[in-house]
């Protein structure tokens, strides 16, 4: 026999192991939104933003970001919506994301913004990992993203940054940071309500919605999305995190808000002892980083690109 809703007489779509309920689809969909509305409200309103940027990689966190964003705002008139999309260059797959990026963009007619690796570092991330594989992939690529994005908001004169990352990704952040000793990485970790010269903010609506919620909503409302994995994602180590949260939050539902939660209620004393350090011009770029020389430039350095 099918489960009924906790809160109507409808079949439920799904069991909410971290409180008890099962919800139908009308019931599921207004308790994922009223979340990420409050979390918005909590991360600092957006009114005092002309221009708010969406990251958007194709992939079903940063879509349905992008779908909420627009329902809760599209009718504002004080401030516009661009999604910005990084092409990093990799064959089979960010060339498969970024249509999903445009039919959904397309859909709700918002504008969108592609920077690539190709244009901003002469490289495509295909061409790097052909010709390294000193420091891992992932390492200069994220560098590398940051850089497109940073270089993009800046140019488009973005006041805030938008990202997808949800609970299961926060909580192993938390954890890994933690377990490493990255105090000052874990002070660090967004949202950010302060601004830093040289940086731009950055919001995370759906911080506080497991991953398994967004599959479904996307699935509910129709949405969308690439579900397709990087030919060079072997973080292993991030892996080790996954396993451990997800068996926490297994044995004892509701571990991953409980992390969440801890981190928000330490991160004051984080911020407290470890200050956002003034930042310096690098020598070679003039972008703001805490080294004489920043990470982009090193990178490059290293790419024989500089
Ligand atoms: S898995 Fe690594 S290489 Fe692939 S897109 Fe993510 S950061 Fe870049
Ligand atoms: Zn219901
Ligand atoms: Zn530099």
Redesign the pocket.
């Known amino acids: 026999m099918k489960r009924k809703c906790s809160k109507c007489k409808n079949d439920a779509v799904t069991y909410i192991r971290y409180n008890g309920t099962h919800l139908c689809k009308v019931h599921f969909i207004q308790y994922f939104e009223k979340r990420v509305k409050k979390e918005i409200t909590k991360q600092g309103k957006l009114e005092n933003n002309k221009k708010i940027g969406i990251a958007v990689?194709g992939g079903k966190d940063s879509i349905v970001c992008l779908h909420l964003i627009n329902k809760f705002f599209s009718k504002r008139k004080d401030f516009e919506i661009i999604v910005l999309t990084v092409d990093?260059g990799?064959e089979n797959?960010?060339n498969i994301s970024l249509k999903y990026v445009s039919e959904n963009t397309k859909i709700l007619d918002i504008e969108c913004q592609i920077i690539s690796f190709k244009k901003i570092i002469g490289k495509s991330?295909d061409e790097i990992?052909k010709s390294k594989h000193d420091i891992?992939?992932?390492s200069?690529?994220?560098v590398f993203?940051r850089l497109c994005l940073n270089y993009i908001s800046k140019k488009l004169q973005i006041s805030k940054l938008i990202f997808g990352h949800n609970l299961d990704d926060m909580a192993q952040s938390i954890l890994m940071n933690f377990t490493n000793g990255d105090i000052k990485k874990l002070a660090r970790l967004g949202p950010h309500m302060k601004i830093q010269p040289g940086l731009v903010p950055r919001m995370m609506p759906l911080r506080v919605i497991p991953e398994k919620e967004i599959t479904l909503y996307a699935l509910l409302k129709n949405i969308s999305y690439h579900d397709g994995?990087?030919?060079?994602?072997?973080?292993a180590y991030r892996g080790i995190f996954r396993d451990i949260v997800d068996d926490l939050e297994y044995k004892n539902p509701g571990t991953r808000h409980s992390i969440i939660k801890s981190y928000d209620n330490i991160k004051d004393i984080l911020i407290k002892k470890f200050p956002p350090i003034e930042l310096n011009k690098c020598n070679i770029c003039n972008e703001p980083t805490s080294q004489e020389i920043c990470k982009v430039c090193k990178l490059k350095t290293n790419l024989k690109i500089l």
């Open positions: 990689s990093e990799i797959y960010r991330m990992a891992g992939y992932c200069y690529c994220g993203r994995e990087c030919p060079y994602a072997i973080n």
